[in-house]
């Protein structure tokens, strides 16, 4: 495969963490399920997070991102959206996917990105739309991306958002949090060779994460959204 | 036979009609493996309540069974349907699976506890169940669904695989909520040592306080030893899901207890008197209905 610098470029810079998209405000589960003690070192982040690109991500967010990326116009991408919306019953996640993806879109929109701009407005109608994995997909139009570099980073800054979240919380250091990305990023590579079929329909088995994060209310001090 | 219970397909097609302030059975056809017999009055908070038990006369799901449902309750109906035990999902050979789908068609005014006992799914098990729920805006649904894993020779051996989806539309909306659980060849360590798991979806009206009912949910699912959960507003804030990881089925089977006792008290408050509080003798019409299968 050739190696397309533009490209690699493009996704270091949507892939880093600075990114100024209120990635850090995000948890995916790691600060519940610490505080509920179910994740209190390396190995069982590790766990978290093969459990989340397995059977969240790849079976889920990366199903619609496709969807959106491969819809025709606004409208179509909406359909997408609200399937997300359908697709999520907790409350807390539907927030936290929303409130990451409108984050998203409104820093692409001030690089006025030109189908971010279009469908930032839809956005702005409906409370239902902004979910990540479809911020993703029209961010990534934007920048150009093919639908395989669009879904990297995804699956990525999920990677990394998770390992930043454990080190934010004391679970983990910095060493091993590039122990715990280094075994992601051979995960995610595993994961993205496996092309989901056309009909794919969206699914999910990740009941640790989702209680955890849809117990967030109940917490009187967390530190993350989600 | 095996042949289908109506034109629908429906191994199983119940519907219910309200009469005199009682619920009861106007259309009762059934065909293998499917049995229904007698229906009967339970709740004396709500006479007008008519419990079903479904019976399966094969007990079990079996490798390459297509099994199909369908319930529709009329407006101002109130039913609580459950079957007869934990329901056993047998082995299926490789490239076959079972499926069941199960179509619920609730109208204004009525409800339903569809409280189907939770599956037990044996090695190289693999099921595909469907629940497509359309309940009018002002109807009301608890739909609970759970699944367990046993291996007979105790080696954990474990299931191939489950594909579990709860659709809801209200009034043939698009769908409002879709919840898809797929799972292939799991191994034993994603369950992190939890046996049983289940969700509930408790379908209310827009007189409903969600967020009274979510914290008499969470209030009471929280004693529970060994439970792992969360009550959350579901999509549109058409009502609240319920996520349960339990140690054991008991553990489920007594966390759906609760979440039944807090829907039904919701019910209670906001029903009209004639349907809850009215006393009548048990249903003989059911009876006399006949079985077309």
Known sequence: MLFDRSQALALLQLGDSAYPAGGFAFSWGIEGLAADGMLANRNELDRVIADQLTRRWATMDRILLRKAFQAMDCKAIAEVDRLTEAGTPSAEMRDGSRRAGRALLGVWVKLEGPLSIAYRDRVSADARLGHLPIAQAVVGRDAGFSLDAAELVSGWTLVTGLVSAAVRLGIIGHIEAQQSQAAARGLLGELLADTPGADALPASFTPFIDIAISRGPLRHVRMFTT | ?293
């Open chain 2, 1 to 293: 036979m095996r042949s289908a219970a109506t034109k629908h397909d429906a191994l199983l097609d119940l519907s219910f009609i309200r009469r005199a302030n009682r619920t009861v059975i106007d259309r009762r056809l059934f065909a293998w493996p499917f049995v229904v017999t007698r229906s009967f009055y339970l709740d004396p908070e709500r006479p007008g309540c008519l419990s079903v038990i479904v019976q399966t006369g094969s007990g079990a799901v079996h490798g390459e069974d297509r099994l199909v449902q369908r319930l529709v309750l009329n407006p101002g109906t109130a039913v609580s349907l459950t079957n007869q035990g934990a329901t056993s999902v047998h082995r299926a050979a490789p490239a076959a699976g079972a499926t069941e789908t199960i179509s619920l068609h609730v109208a204004g005014g009525a409800s339903l506890e569809y409280l189907l006992e939770p599956r037990i799914l044996f090695p190289d098990a693999a099921l595909c169940q469907s629940v497509d729920l359309d309940c009018a805006k002002d109807g009301s649904a608890l739909v609970v669904d759970a699944f367990t894993m046993h291996d007979p020779r105790g080696e954990a051996r474990g299931f191939r695989d489950l594909e579990s989806t709860f659709c809801l539309r209200r009034s043939g909306s698009e769908p409002l909520v879709i919840d898809r659980t797929r799972l292939h060849r799991p191994t034993a360590d994603i369950f992190r040592g939890y046996l049983a798991f289940g969700s509930a979806f408790l379908v209310l009206t827009p007189s409903h306080d969600l967020a009274d009912m979510q914290a008499s949910l969470t209030n009471a699912l929280g004693g529970s030893r060994g439970l792992y959960t969360a009550v959350s507003v579901l999509p549109d804030s058409t009502g609240l899901g319920v996520r349960l990881a339990a140690q054991d089925l008991a553990g489920i089977r007594t966390a759906f207890a609760h979440i039944s006792a807090v829907y039904r008290q919701a019910l209670l408050s906001v029903l009209s008197p004639p349907m809850g509080y009215s006393h009548g003798l048990p249903d003989r019409l059911s009876e006399r209905k006949e079985n077309r299968d």
